[in-house]
């Protein structure tokens, strides 16, 4: 059972211009959630993350926006650049423990010049 | 300061033999994590310590796999008898306990490939 869902595996955004990834999940018990940034050959990057009290999060040129009664949420990166061509994961977990993330299959971002 | 590191970065066996896996945390995290990453999937828990207690190993798949943390840093993941099916990234993450948010940091992983 799949509880963190990306359903696009990959995406394609001219430089510049705004890339939209999307995750839903399906646990309503999760209330933390985070997106990773990998590049090949290394492990996940912390980008972002949003508590479940907040319905959006921005850091620089990345905003999470968090839409709890769809369960669902995205990661806006805004403008693309060419550096952030790498797959990206939507993990999500509960507060207030050290708990386990869990992750979605990952969306491939490729920003084109 | 260190990430996270961990070693081997490329572990071949054979089918049947038995490996270990070795992650050292950043300084100071007492939360550390075990996940493993199968090719076109996102991580998948596996275990995780607070300090040198395993606090969860619920995503442990078979007997076949144990981890330690005997001194509330270094981790060892030991996988016996090897299979085919064990062929993944094996990633190691760590976090400092008492915070708020659970941000993990992770290291680069290890993969692991049976003949």
């Known amino acids: 059972d799949q509880q963190v869902k990306q359903n696009s595996p990959s995406l394609s955004v001219q430089e510049g211009r705004i890339s939209i990834l999307n995750c839903d999940y399906t646990n309503s018990m999760f209330d933390y959630f985070l997106w990773y940034k990998k590049y090949p050959a290394e492990g996940p990057t912390f980008l972002i993350s949003?508590?479940?009290?907040?319905d959006k999060n921005e850091d620089g040129r990345f905003t999470v926006f968090l839409n709890k009664s769809a369960k669902h949420l995205s990661l806006h990166i805004v403008p693309s650049q060419p550096g952030d061509s790498a797959v990206y994961f939507c993990a999500a977990s509960r507060t207030g423990t050290a708990s386990k993330l869990t992750f979605g299959t990952g969306t491939r971002l490729q920003v084109t010049l | 300061g260190a990430g996270v590191s961990q070693t081997p970065s490329n572990k071949v066996t054979e089918k049947g033999k038995y490996v270990e896996l070795r992650c050292d945390p950043i300084?100071?995290?007492?939360?550390l994590y075990w996940y493993r990453q199968s090719l076109g999937q996102g991580p998948e828990f596996l275990i995780y310590?607070?300090?040198?207690?395993?606090?969860?190993d619920s995503g442990l798949p078979n007997d076949r796999f144990f981890a330690v943390r005997p001194e509330g840093s270094v981790s060892t993941l030991k996988i016996q008898r090897t299979e085919r099916g064990d062929s993944a990234v094996y990633l190691c993450?760590?976090?400092?306990?008492?915070?708020?948010?659970?941000?993990?940091?992770f290291g680069p992983g290890t993969r692991l490939t049976v003949l």
């Open positions: 300084s100071g995290h007492t939360a």
């Open positions: 993450a760590s976090s400092l306990m008492g915070l708020e948010y659970n941000e993990q940091f």
């Open positions: 310590f607070q300090g040198t207690g395993a606090a969860d």
């Open positions: 949003i508590s479940s009290i907040k």
